[in-house]
């Protein structure tokens, strides 16, 4: 994404600037912050319901032969734990690509933090990687939702001021997050069918099911993952509808779901023709995200 839409919304609770996050004179007097401290491996612990998933692929190898030649460059974030040690704020992947590297220790900053601010850095250092999963972007907003409205960012009834917020922070709109919070709500397994494109894309049939119980939405999951379909848009929007009405019954999940599909239409954009209108830092889902937001502007309009 351009970087003027990448403004870091840590900046909220008054961290936006680099010494204010990695050891400013005023923020070490003001939280008794310590120097740049190495924490043995085995006393750092993941931060509580971290969302974003540690993977041993590519990027991780990489990571491990830096951590092998040069040692960990960035130090990670960390604040102390009630049950002993330290609970990490930034640095899960520094960590475990230490643990690879055949370390014990690693360097990190020690801060204070309230649950909310932790939680709020947390996501912030996190959301702007690539190759984030539906389901990591989701629980995310969430969480982050959650910590801003505890710290009194909520500024209207609905929740937008604080959904823009977030949004501006990410470089998506309030309602692209909002979208993404409610496909929080859907079961663990639903949600891994969102990131391997079972269930569809976010914009669609993820979010419709998300309305549904969680009994409902095992009989979704349950039949998908049986009889190895996928959930058109039109049959997320009956499950949708039924569920609403409090009609939805197991029976009905599978008669709904066995129904042959329409032929859905597809639309193919060439890159070379949008690319005039998106530079090269711009992800697939960026694109697609925006010209989602596009074609409901011009919808509202008509």
Do not use: C
């Amino acid at each position: 994404m351009n970087s003027s839409r990448k403004q870091n919304s840590a900046d909220k609770i008054k961290l936006n600037k680099f010494d204010d996050l990695f050891g400013g004179a005023d923020i070490s007097q003001e939280r008794g912050v310590e120097q740049v401290i190495e924490v043995p491996l085995a006393e750092l612990y993941p931060f509580r319901n971290h969302p974003f998933k540690v993977l041993d692929d590519d990027k991780m190898k990489e990571t491990v032969e830096s951590t092998k030649s040069y040692g960990v460059l960035m130090p990670g974030i960390a604040r102390p734990r009630a049950e002993g040690g330290y609970e990490i704020i930034a640095g899960h992947r520094r960590k475990r690509g230490s643990e690879l590297a055949g370390k014990n220790k690693m360097p990190v900053f020690v801060r204070n933090y309230s649950d909310d601010e932790a939680t709020i850095i947390m996501v912030d250092t996190n959301i702007q990687h690539e190759d984030i999963l539906p389901s990591e972007k989701a629980k995310a907003y969430k969480m982050k939702f959650e910590a801003m409205k505890h710290q009194g960012s909520k500024k209207d009834v609905s929740g937008k001021n604080s959904l823009d917020e977030i949004g501006k922070a990410a470089g998506e709109s309030g309602k692209t997050v909002q979208r993404y919070i409610w496909l929080s709500r859907l079961t663990d397994i639903l949600l891994d069918m969102v990131d391997n494109k079972k269930l569809g894309i976010v914009h669609v049939q993820g979010v419709d099911t998300s309305y549904l119980s969680e009994v409902e939405q095992v009989w979704v999951q349950e039949f998908v993952k049986e009889q190895s379909v996928n959930v058109s848009s039109t049959q997320s929007a009956q499950l949708k509808d039924y569920g609403k009405k409090g009609e939805l019954t197991k029976a009905m999940v599978e008669l709904f779901l066995s129904e042959k599909k329409p032929k859905e239409r597809k639309v193919t954009i060439k890159a070379d023709k949008i690319s005039q209108y998106f530079t090269k830092d711009y992800s697939s889902e960026d694109i697609e995200s925006i010209i989602y937001e596009l074609l409901e502007d011009w919808q509202s309009r008509q």
